[in-house]
């Protein structure tokens, strides 16, 4: 698990526009570990959706995300 919250944290040093504001890419959405799930915001951009979903997916295969 402390893999997947590295990669998350590194990814967070990127910012991102959403909505014409400039944001760091976890303010689009919401990760727990305990127990494991991953929520995105409406507005949150299809390409991050794939990048965070691609890191939870190398670490934890079998996990299923929702979107809200």
């Not at 390409?47 to 995300?65: C, D, T, W, Y």
Request: proline residues 7%; contains cysteine; aromatic residues 6%.
């Amino acid at each position: 698990m402390e893999m997947l919250v590295n990669e998350l944290e590194a990814l967070d040093k990127e910012w991102i526009p959403v909505d014409g504001v400039m944001l760091k890419p976890s303010q689009c959405y919401r990760f727990e570990t305990d127990p494991l799930h991953l929520m995105f915001n409406t507005n949150c951009p299809d390409e991050l959706k794939q990048k965070v979903e691609a890191i939870l997916h190398k670490h934890v295969p079998s996990h299923e995300s929702g979107s809200s």
